[in-house]
């Protein structure tokens, strides 16, 4: 079975750091780009960014470049996405995603089951 | 960056009603790069359709896409108790894969 399976859910303070991780399984994990995608409390989405783990080629989206990292280990088929100082504003839940095919035009296909970040104080 | 506008906000229907829900860009979606996903709460959200009008694996026919250019438009032709949720519309022709608002189709 094609699943992502995203870590627990973190509650921090402002100005800690956190990485979040998803794992890819029963698919090609360096074949195909996966997402980051944003959902503050009661709204909508919001597309972060992406990666191709295949050679960590990532773009960002400008409303998040230098906000976060995104990066993924190959050799463990898991993403990664994290903060070096985390504001209360970053409290929301943090979805993964597999886009569909190797072509970096594709929609999100396969998703995770979605990482909640609390931040405060 | 593309600006993805989805109308209505809410859409109030009974089952087995009609639901056109549209997608407005504020420019050309390049190759017709347009998805829709469904999000029920406390869930993920799903791909329903890719490529404008392409239903993904697992949909049913009741889904359907259409548009081009800057305008598309999601149409569930009979609405089944699970269908009420929120629906997004997201362009990934052009960095950054916007995403727009969303439509929440709700129980009349």
């Known amino acids: 079975e094609v699943q992502l399976v995203q870590s627990g859910a973190e509650v921090k303070k402002p100005g800690e750091s956190l990485k979040i991780s998803c794992k890819g399984s029963?698919?090609?994990?360096?074949?195909?780009?996966i997402g980051w995608v944003r959902q503050m409390p009661g709204k909508g989405l919001e597309w972060m960014g992406i990666?191709?783990?295949?050679?960590?080629?990532?773009r960002y989206s400008p409303s998040f470049q230098g906000q976060v990292t995104i990066s993924a280990d190959k050799s463990i088929s898991t993403a990664y996405l994290q903060w070096s100082s985390l504001k209360a504003s970053d409290t929301a839940m943090y979805y993964c995603?597999?886009?569909?095919?190797?072509?970096?035009?594709?929609?999100?296909?396969?998703w995770g089951q979605g990482t909640m970040v609390t931040v405060s104080s | 960056e593309i600006v993805l506008t989805q109308s209505p906000g809410t859409l109030s229907l009974s089952p087995g009603e009609r639901a056109t829900l549209s997608c407005r860009a504020s420019?050309?979606?390049?190759?017709?790069?347009l998805a829709w996903y469904q999000q029920k709460p406390g869930q993920a959200p799903r791909l329903l359709i890719y490529?404008?009008?392409s239903r993904a694996t697992g949909i049913p026919d009741r889904f359907s896409g259409s548009g081009s250019g800057t305008d598309f438009t999601l149409t569930i032709s009979r609405l089944e108790p699970e269908d009420f949720a929120v629906y997004y519309c997201q362009q990934y022709g052009s960095s950054p894969f916007t995403f727009g608002g969303g439509t929440k189709v709700e129980i009349k």
């Open positions: 420019q050309s979606v390049s190759s017709s790069y």
């Open positions: 995603a597999s886009q569909g095919s190797g072509s970096y035009y594709d929609a999100f296909d396969i």
């Open positions: 029963g698919y090609s994990f360096t074949s195909y780009w």
């Open positions: 990666i191709y783990p295949g050679d960590s080629d990532t």
């Open positions: 490529g404008a009008s």
